[in-house]
T-cell receptor, first 110, second 112 residues
Framework: TQLLEQSPQFLSIQEGENLTVYCNSSSVFSSLQWYRQEPGEGPVLLVTVVTGGEVKKLKRLTFQFGDARKDSSLHITAAQPGDTGLYLCAGVGAGNKLTFGGGTRVLVKP | DTGVSQNPRHKITKRGQNVTFRCDPISEHNRLYWYRQTLGQGPEFLTYFQNEAQLEKSRLLSDRFSAERPKGSFSTLEIQRTEQGDSAMYLC??????????FGPGTRLTVT
């Protein structure tokens, strides 16, 4: 069984600070995705990383995929209250079905 | 709005009752996925369809659960004889057969 573990489970920071969320897998995924979920809504895809060592930037968000394709990180620079939400990593498996981590709840206080 | 829609958004039912949820995917997306999410956890895969064919079912999907996608468009998920442990958010996602999955807002089920 492929498992994804996210850390930390909860992160509370002040506006303007930086944060990093980690996602570690017990095995290799062909690709990995990061989602953000608001309360009462479905997850929204932020990025897909495919190549080991890949780094993708989306404005203030930086995503890294480990060389061995078993871990990933999400770094947010100068966090804003609008970044508050549940961040989920998901490994893409056969049939493109997703295996999600447990999520990291981020709270950015103004 | 051309996104994934799910109905109802909320459902409260008594233990032992049957419930059915509907998912309308984005038009022309041939893949449709169902996930379940309990409070404080990430979503867990339940089943998926390519067009009308159900290609995989998770072991989480007990005999009380059944899903259909009769014409390869909308899908329904039925839970028979609901139990309190079935209380969760049921999420549907559709995909144009690429990596991207587009999630609906979910149906929150509460079994009392």
């Amino acid at each position: 069984t492929q498992l994804l573990e996210q850390s930390p489970q909860f992160l509370s920071i002040q506006e303007g600070e930086n944060l990093t969320v980690y996602c570690n897998s017990s095995s290799v995924f062909s690709s990995l995705q990061w989602y953000r979920q608001e309360p009462g809504e479905g997850p929204v895809l932020l990025v897909t990383v495919v190549t080991g060592g890949e780094v993708k930037k989306l404005k203030r968000l930086t995503f890294q995929f480990g060389d061995a394709r078993k871990d990933s990180s999400l770094h947010i620079t100068a966090a804003q209250p609008g970044d508050t939400g549940l961040y989920l990593c998901a490994g893409v498996g056969a049939g493109n079905k997703l295996t999600f981590g447990g999520g990291t709840r981020v709270l950015v206080k103004p | 709005d051309t996104g994934v829609s799910q109905n109802p958004r909320h459902k409260i039912t008594k233990r032992g009752q049957n419930v059915t949820f509907r998912c309308d995917p984005i038009s022309e997306h041939n893949r449709l996925y169902w996930y379940r999410q309990t409070l404080g956890q990430g979503p867990e895969f339940l089943t998926y369809f390519q067009n009308e064919a159900q290609l995989e079912k998770s072991r989480l999907l007990s005999d009380r659960f059944s899903a259909e996608r009769p014409k390869g468009s909308f899908s329904t998920l039925e839970i028979q004889r609901t139990e309190q442990g079935d209380s969760a958010m049921y999420l549907c996602a559709s995909s144009p057969n690429r990596y991207e999955q587009y999630f609906g807002p979910g149906t929150r089920l509460t079994v009392t």
